[in-house]
Structure formats: C-alpha cells, structure tokens
C-alpha cells in the first residue's frame, strides 16, 4: 500500500513499527557493538568469542524484527504470538549471557565496558515481551532474572561492588526502556484505533438515527390517512349494501382525495421537498467530514439567495459530502460558494479518488441534475485532475432562472395528473406560503381534514345502522 493510500492512523502505526525496530538495531550498534570493541583484549580467543557475540547479537535483532511485529499485533488484540517464538528468542538471550560469561571467565575483557553489552543482551527479547505479559509480571520477571545475571556475574567475574551497582543500575535502565518505548508506543497505537472505532460507529448511529427519523415521518404521514381511507372504505361497502349508492359514492371519492394527498405527503417526505437550508448544509458537512477525518474548508457567502436556491444548492451539499464519505479515500475537501450578479456557483472538491473511478456517476448525480434544472441550474462532475473530483453547480440569480425549464412545482410524478383542482389550489397556495413551511402546514391542514371525515364516517356509520 502507497503511503498516500493509508489513512492517519495507519500511518502512525507504520511509523511505531519502524521506529520499535530500528531502536533494537541502534541499542545494538551502540552498546553492544562498542562495549566489545572497547573492552576484550587482543587474541584468538577474544576475537572468537566476540564475533560470536556478535552473530548472536544480529539473530537477536533479525528475530527481534518478527517478534515486535507479531506482539504488537497481540497488544492491538489481532493475533498472538507463537510461543515458539518467544522460547527462541529467549534461548538467545542465554546464548549471549554465556558468551559473555566466557569472555570474563577466559580473562578476555580489559576493563568494564563489557557492562554494555550484558545490558544490551536482553533487550531485543525485552521490548516485545513487554507487550505481551502485564507491567508487573514483567517487572516482577524482568527483576529475576537480573538478580540470577548479577549472581552469575558475582561468581564467574568476581568483580567489585561498583560493578554491580553499574550493571544493576543498566538492567534498570533497558527495562524501564522496554516498558516506556513499547509499551507507551504501543498504548497510543491502541487508543488512537479505539477512537478511530468510535467515529465509524458514531456514523453508523448517524445514519440508523436518521432511518429512525424518517421511518417516522412516514409513520407520521401514513398512519392515520390509511385509517381514514380503511374506515371510508369500509363505510362505503355498508352504505353500497344497503343500497344508498350515492353516499357510498360520495365515500369512495373522499377516499381518493385523501389518497391523493397522502401520496402527495409521501412524495415530499421520500424526496425531501421540505426546502433544505444551505448554510445548515454547509456546516453540517464540515461536522460529518471532520469527523471522519477529512479536512473540510468552505470559502464565500451568498446572503439574500432564494429559498429555492438555497434548497437546490444544499441539496448538493449534502450529496457531494455522501460522495466524499462512500468513495475514495479523501483526506481533504474545499466547498466554494460565489455569488455573482447574474448567478451562483458552488464548487465542492475533494482528493482520493481511485484512478479507475470513472468520475462516479450515480443516481445521486442525476437526481441533482433534475432539482437543478427546476431553478434552470446545471450540473457538471468529474474527475479533474489525478485523484481529484470536482463537482459545479451553477444557478443563475436574474431573470433568467424564471425562463428555464421546470420551474413550476411538477415533480414529473404521473400520478400528479390524477390531481384535482382543489389540490392544484393548495399546492399553490403552499408555494405562496414558501418552502420552508409547505409540509408542516400541508400536515396541519390534512390533519383537520382528517378529523372531519372521521367525525362525518362516524355519523354516517350511525345513519347506515338505523
């Protein structure tokens, strides 16, 4: 994977990972390999001995590549480490302490300095094993085994009580190494993956909250005008049975207006004819997109635009931002608003976009096309530039918007014919009263509608029993 493709939080854990790895080979270069260059006298012996340190020493920190790896993985709860694995680096830990116990007990070390590579010795297995049991089993561990190495020490070398505090003072040292370099390194890794699990779950109950929310709309919409339309109809079967075919007439054809306008309802709320605000649009795209992690940016104002302006461009706003979330990999998106004396554009742009894309046209796209073309706006989508997809809309502010296409209210339903006059009388006056307010006064007056039929089905449910 390119480095351009993972996302931040990958690329933190790429970095801890070359960084826990290449601590091992420093510490190695550094104490290990210049202690003995520093400290074994000139024979055949010593150079044996030390080149076999030495190999050691690299199997430890060639092994030690895997072992992080795989106990960094175990932290983050992905896999687990063979205990094999860990058997096999251990065993070359006393490889290494046996060596060096050789070259004391051979007279081979000239001064002191062969401390470092003692303290070096554990560290390659240290660090991973750090991330594979608690802090205080380690500790509790790690203090064993450096009273077992310093008694060793005191019996092979016999050196003075300076030396030991030295060395005891050094094992203390690369363990609170280990501890602090893998396992903090390690505890931000998992923290920054646990938020990272946070926010797509936080978009997960977005979008179930907003199911919710439109399941009661419906609900809203639906519930009682179906139990008008059942008791009507039911009305009308009695009324036809008792041969009043007038009244049960007169039933039915209630029955299809209130049809009509609940089919009229479910339109505005399924398609989103309650007019949508573009500043709110606005923000709420830079709310969602920051917290999926995209830098979003909105540059320009448009004040005094028309209502059904600002409902056409937040329209695409908010499809543009469903765009950026559900395609590519976008690290960052720039909304323009420019407002000029005979039109408006919006520009929203975004990167990560796959290079066989195609420029992702949808159904979303036309249907963007199609609320445009109601204000004689168009549309324009694709990709730009290398990863880059840009969407335009531009909606002209003068009077040319009122010659364009589609400007009345028709939605292009076929349905929409079977409209009776009184409908064609409201829905005028609803586009009187502004978008805004259209579906809650709609919703009002339906209501009280409703109320009357009921009231009037009840009666002559009393008149069809006498």
């Not at 190695?28 to 012996?45: E, M, P």
């Not at 997960?204 to 909250?209: D, G, K, N, S």
């Not at 990560?352 to 004689?376: D, F, I, M, Q, S």
């Amino acid at each position: 994977m390119r480095w351009r493709d993972r996302s931040k939080v990958e690329r933190v854990e790429w970095q801890s990972r070359f960084t826990l790895r290449v601590i091992t080979w420093v510490f190695f270069l550094t104490w290990s390999g210049l202690g003995l260059i520093g400290s074994v006298r000139h024979d055949r012996t010593s150079y044996v001995l030390s080149i076999g340190l030495m190999v050691v020493n690299v199997a430890q920190c060639l092994l030690a590549d895997r072992h992080t790896n795989l106990a960094l993985d175990q932290y983050l709860g992905r896999v687990r480490v063979p205990r094999a694995l860990t058997a096999t680096a251990g065993s070359l830990v006393v490889v290494a302490l046996g060596l060096i116990a050789a070259l004391a007990a051979t007279g081979s070390i000239k001064h002191g300095l062969i401390a470092m590579p003692l303290t070096f010795a554990p560290m390659p297995f240290s660090g991973p094993y750090a991330l594979q049991v608690p802090p205080r089993t380690f500790l509790r561990r790690g203090a064993v085994c450096a009273v077992v190495v310093i008694a060793a020490a005191a019996v092979i070398v016999r050196p003075s009580g300076g030396w030991f505090a030295g060395v005891a003072l050094m094992l203390a040292v690369a363990a609170a190494l280990s501890l602090l370099c893998f396992r903090c390194s390690a505890w931000n890794l998992l923290v920054m993956w646990e938020s990272e699990h946070a926010r797509e779950v936080e978009a997960r109950l977005a979008v179930a909250e907003e199911r919710l929310r439109f399941g009661r709309d419906l609900h809203d919409v639906m519930g009682r005008n179906l139990s008008v339309v059942a008791l009507k109809s039911e009305l009308a079967v009695q009324l036809a049975r008792r041969g009043r075919t007038e009244d049960a007439v007169a039933q039915m054809t209630e029955v299809q207006r209130i049809a009509q306008e609940s089919q009229k309802e479910v339109r505005e709320v399924v398609r989103g004819y309650r007019a949508a605000d573009l500043g709110a649009e606005l923000a709420g795209a830079q709310g969602v997109l920051g917290a999926a992690g995209i830098t979003c940016t909105v540059t320009g104002t448009a004040p005094g635009l028309p209502s059904d302006v600002q409902s056409a461009l937040g329209w695409v706003v908010r499809e543009a931002t469903t765009n950026v979330l559900r395609h590519g990999d976008a690290k960052a998106c720039r909304v323009t608003l420019a407002a000029g004396p005979e039109d408006v554009v919006l520009t929203v742009e975004n990167d990560g976009v796959a290079a066989a894309g195609g420029g992702r046209a949808g159904t979303g796209l036309a249907g963007l096309r199609e609320r445009l073309a109601k204000v004689a706006g168009t549309l324009e989508a694709g990709v730009v530039d290398e990863g880059v997809f840009r969407v335009v809309a531009s909606v002209p502010v003068g009077r040319d918007r009122t010659d364009g296409p589609g400007t009345g209210e028709d939605d292009g339903d076929p349905t929409d014919t079977a409209d009776t006059g009184q409908d064609r009388a409201d829905a005028g006056q609803d586009r009187a009263d502004g978008a805004v307010g259209a579906a809650p006064s709609a919703r009002s007056g339906q209501a009280e509608r409703t109320g009357q039929a009921e009231r009037t089905g009840a009666a002559r449910r009393r008149d069809g029993g006498r």
